[in-house]
Structures are given as structure tokens and as C-alpha cells.
């Protein structure tokens, strides 16, 4: 049987597409020349003894890297009910897994994988509705696990690193390792990993040429482990790449508002 040729054109068009919402969502609003409040905003904040576990700043949620614990906030055993308001947030409300997802189906059109389903918007729908079921049951499958014994689902910003290295040290241990209902002694990360090879094999139940569901079991397991260090390693730094940002564009602010926002220098006659 002929096999079909990639269809790079549309692959193209769909990672544009996905990099067009990442600069949206990233956007911010352009200086304005106008009045401005020069007052500096208040850098007070409530001790975070103050704030109950389950207040939305306990839970924050990024919409491109998951849940995490900032650096300043103690860690809090989490309750039902914040368990799956994280669920939802994760899986349903914010586009960190639509993301996601995005990016596996590019990469899956453009390899042909599954080689089953065409290379066509159909078979690019097929391969977007799989990978997010594939995501949806682990995301399901390490909430519930991680439920039954209380151990912690989020990712915690180093508090006691004093040096780049110790950083990344511990955002590549934290994707193998958890806190347990204490939050403080570690347990190994069982249940996200028996979670990502548990949805990799049951996407193997609905794609064509019925894959080994071992096979596939192994390759989530594989992805789980590069994915989770590189998503650790942004949520770690996040911060720092902000403030660089920041700093970049208050530089470019001042040197617009100095050309543009000035009044006229007054024409002298000959």
C-alpha cells in the first residue's frame, strides 16, 4: 500500500497557529504617554500564616506550567476540596494542557503517528482527540492516586538554594519525588508514573493497528520523565525569566516615552 506523504503545509499552519495564541496570551498593553500614577504600589502582603490553605493564593495555577507552591508560601496539606478545584483548573480551565496536547499532535501529524490516520485535518483531529484523552486519564489517574495516601500534587520553587545548580538540582528531583502527607518527608513519585503509563496504554485501545499497550506504557513513562524536568525547570525559573523581561521592557518604555512624550522643541526662525 502507497503511503501518504506528510502534509507539511498544514503541520506548519497549525504550529503557527499555536504560537499566535502563546503571543497572545504573553501580550501586554503598550506604555502610555499620558497621566500616570506615580505612587508605587504597596509591596505589603499578609503573612502567610494569615491565609487559610484552600485561599485561591494557596492554589496557584499557571496557565502554561500547572499548580506550584511560590518560594514565600509554607506548604499546606490540601483538602478534598482543593484537590479538584486543582483537578479542574489542570485538566479543564486553564490552556497549559490544551497546550500541551497542541504540541504532541503537531509533532504527531508531522511523524505520522499513529500511521493509521491520515495526514489530513481528519487524522489531525483523531491524533488531538487521543492525545488529550491520553493527558485527561493521567492527569485523573495521579489525582486520585496521589488523593488516597494525602501526598502533594504541586510543584514547590526551591527555598533553601542558594546557587543556579541547587535549583535545577531540585526541579529534576522533584519530578521523581513527592511530599508525603506532612509535607515533608519524600516519597517516590509512584502514582504520576504509574498514571502516565496507565493513559498511554489505554490511548493504545482506540488507535490503529491496535499498538502494544506495553509499548506505548513505556513511551509515556519516557515522556513523563523529560516532560515533568522541563516543566519543574520553567515553573523554578519563571520568576527570574519575568523579572529579565520586565527589566527589558521598562528599559524600551523609557527610551519611547523619551523620544515620543516630550513636548516639541520650538522652532527658531533664520
Given at each position: 500500500m502507497r503511503r501518504r506523504t506528510p502534509n507539511t503545509s498544514f503541520c506548519q499552519m497549525i504550529g503557527?497557529?499555536?504560537?499566535?495564541?502563546?503571543?497572545?496570551?504573553?501580550?501586554?498593553?503598550?506604555?502610555?504617554?499620558?497621566?500616570?500614577?506615580t505612587t508605587p504600589p504597596s509591596t505589603e502582603k499578609?503573612?502567610?500564616?494569615?491565609?487559610?490553605?484552600?485561599?485561591?493564593?494557596?492554589?496557584?495555577?499557571?496557565?502554561?506550567?500547572?499548580?506550584f507552591v511560590p518560594k514565600e508560601a509554607p506548604l499546606h496539606a490540601l483538602s478534598d476540596a482543593d484537590r479538584w478545584r486543582l483537578f479542574v483548573r489542570m485538566?479543564?480551565?486553564?490552556?497549559?494542557?490544551?497546550?500541551?496536547?497542541?504540541?504532541?499532535?503537531v509533532?504527531?501529524?508531522?511523524?505520522?503517528?499513529?500511521p493509521g490516520w491520515p495526514q489530513d485535518p481528519d487524522g489531525f483531529a483523531k491524533r488531538l482527540g487521543s492525545r488529550y484523552a491520553q493527558f485527561l486519564m493521567q492527569n485523573s489517574f495521579t489525582a486520585i492516586g496521589d488523593?488516597?495516601?494525602?501526598?502533594?500534587?504541586?510543584?514547590?520553587?526551591?527555598?533553601?538554594c542558594s546557587g543556579?545548580?541547587?535549583?535545577?538540582?531540585?526541579?529534576?528531583?522533584?519530578?521523581?519525588?513527592?511530599?508525603?502527607s506532612d509535607e515533608k518527608s519524600l516519597r517516590p513519585q509512584v502514582?504520576?508514573?504509574?498514571?502516565?503509563?496507565?493513559?498511554?496504554?489505554?490511548?493504545?485501545?482506540?488507535?490503529?493497528?491496535?499498538?502494544?499497550?506495553?509499548?506505548?506504557?513505556?513511551?509515556?513513562?519516557?515522556?513523563?520523565a523529560w516532560v515533568g524536568v522541563s516543566i519543574n525547570l520553567l515553573s523554578e525559573f519563571a520568576p527570574d525569566l519575568k523579572r529579565a523581561i520586565g527589566r527589558d521592557k521598562r528599559k524600551a518604555a523609557v527610551a519611547i516615552d523619551?523620544?515620543?512624550?516630550?513636548?516639541?522643541?520650538?522652532?527658531?526662525?533664520?
Open positions: 503557527r497557529a499555536l504560537c499566535l495564541l502563546a503571543a497572545i496570551f504573553l501580550s501586554l498593553a503598550p506604555p502610555d504617554c499620558g497621566a500616570q500614577d499578609p503573612p502567610a500564616s494569615a491565609q487559610p490553605p484552600g485561599s485561591k493564593e494557596q492554589l496557584p495555577v499557571n496557565w502554561l506550567y500547572g499548580a485538566s479543564f480551565t486553564t490552556p497549559g494542557i490544551y497546550i500541551k496536547t497542541g504540541f504532541f499532535t509533532s504527531d501529524q508531522a511523524r505520522d503517528a499513529p488523593a488516597m495516601p494525602g501526598w502533594e500534587v504541586r510543584y514547590d520553587r526551591c527555598r533553601n543556579t545548580w541547587q535549583r535545577v538540582k531540585h526541579a529534576t528531583v522533584r519530578n521523581f519525588v513527592t511530599y508525603g502514582f504520576l508514573y504509574a498514571a502516565s503509563f496507565a493513559g498511554a496504554s489505554l490511548s493504545a485501545l482506540w488507535q490503529p493497528y491496535r499498538p502494544s499497550p506495553l509499548v506505548k506504557g513505556y513511551q509515556g513513562v519516557a515522556t513523563q523619551s523620544r515620543t512624550c516630550l513636548p516639541p522643541v520650538p522652532h527658531r526662525a533664520p
